[in-house]
């Protein structure tokens, strides 16, 4: 009975997509629309889930959301897999949620570029696709389109070079910079239409709740429990955080997410060894080292807990959207520049706070980054809370509809028009 109910869903996943396929291949040849209908996203995997987690959630998206045929090409399925528990790493070709996930092999394969092509943070495309692409682009009237994901940043230059193109130097082919960001001269930000909906049921939602807990081995806890979700990398403020929560009035239970952090964690526990499953208790603080859960349901720990500690970029537009206070660790680049970025952020989003609830959040995040005295901060963070997670709330809402998967479709038809009106005027 199982094999047949897990047989079934495959099998008509596998026909949706062959007939979406053959359907792609027939609009392309007759040039008949004005959206694409395939796509092909490049992922490298340098560091961390970042770049993963980024084009795993596009591709979703484009493909569940929009229709789009999408490929992602990913040249490394082991990180692939801790975001999509179902794939297999050993299968070089795979339907995974509707997309179709190619490992990114050396030589690359003889493909037929897709009409929208996403190169993720500036990977660099296999040179031999760079080649097909111009001869589509100088021979046929089909539609192709090349942007660059860019990295998510506040900082004010990003509106300045979103959408900017790149010749190619030798090939008839132009590159576009394509900036996330949080204002509407930029791409936006990468959130499902119905994130804030789900969001606000499974707030609602005792069961859902209830779910989600059983899920990660856990009853639910009581409610007067301060719950604290914890990704991050490693931070010589951990311990002095961890001493402030032991002590504290409230119970507190503190979740952390398998990864860098873990080896402080266990230090202050002294445990040689953490790892996914581990409880650890003193005085008033429980933590629970929780193992690396598929992406869909990263969103219900955030949605669950009452502040959320997050790192990178993917993380931190979702911990945005939870609606509730939460702490970015940024990642660390060379000579401290990520600080800009930082305060870039911060500016704009405590720009509609108070002055005590601006300067508490700073301090807290800056701390944080800082690896250092975070501990100290924490008391004042605290006091804002319920200020922040009313923001919160505020700002997910004013940021949900500048929705980067739409803003990536309008900008291909845009460079669409532009292309037809150049090639009629030739
Ligand atoms: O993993 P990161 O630290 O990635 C970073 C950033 O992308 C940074 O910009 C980049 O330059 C650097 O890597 C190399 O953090 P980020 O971006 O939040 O990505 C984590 C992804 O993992 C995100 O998609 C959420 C997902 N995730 C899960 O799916 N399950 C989990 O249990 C957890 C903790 C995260």
Known sequence: ???????????????????????????????????????????????????IGVCWRLARQLSGEHGLAVRLWVDDLGSFAKLCPEA????????????????????FPEVQPAELVIEAFACKLPESYVVTMAKIAEQ????????????LSAEDWVEGCHGLPSPHPTLALTKYFFFPGFTDKTGGLLLEHDLLNRRDTFQRDADQQKTFWQFVGMEMPPAETLKISLFGYENAALHGLLDVWVNSAQAVLCLVPEGRI????????????????????????????????????????????DVNFVRGEDSFVRAQCAGKPFVWQIYPQHDAVHFKKLDAFLDVYAMQLNEVTKSSITAFWRAWCNE????????????????????????ARQH????????????????????ALEIEGR
């Open 400 to 419: 949900a509809g500048n929705n980067l998967a739409l803003n990536l479709l309008d900008f291909y038809r845009e460079i669409g028009r532009m292309r």
């Open 372 to 395: 250092s005295e975070a501990g100290k901060a924490w008391d004042a963070f605290m006091m804002v809370r319920g200020d922040l997670e009313n923001h919160a709330k505020n700002w």
């Open 1 to 51: 009975m199982r094999d047949k109910d897990a047989v079934i869903p495959c099998i008509s996943r596998l026909i949706f997509w062959i007939t979406r396929n053959i359907e792609v291949e027939i609009a392309v040849r007759l040039g008949m629309n004005n959206d694409p209908i395939s796509c092909d996203i490049f992922c490298k995997v340098v560091d961390n889930y970042g770049d």
């Open 140 to 151: 046929t009237a089909r539609k192709l389109v090349w942007v660059n994901l860019e990295y």
């Open 88 to 107: 297999d790493v050993k299968v070089v070709r795979q339907i995974c949620r509707g997309v179709e996930v190619c490992l990114w092999s050396k030589p």
């Open 262 to 305: 873990l080896s402080q964690l266990g230090e202050y526990f002294a445990d040689a060894s953490p790892c996914a499953g581990k409880l650890y208790s003193r005085d008033n603080l429980q933590v629970r080292v929780l193992p690396f859960i598929e992406q869909e349901r990263y969103d219900e720990l955030l949605w669950a807990c």
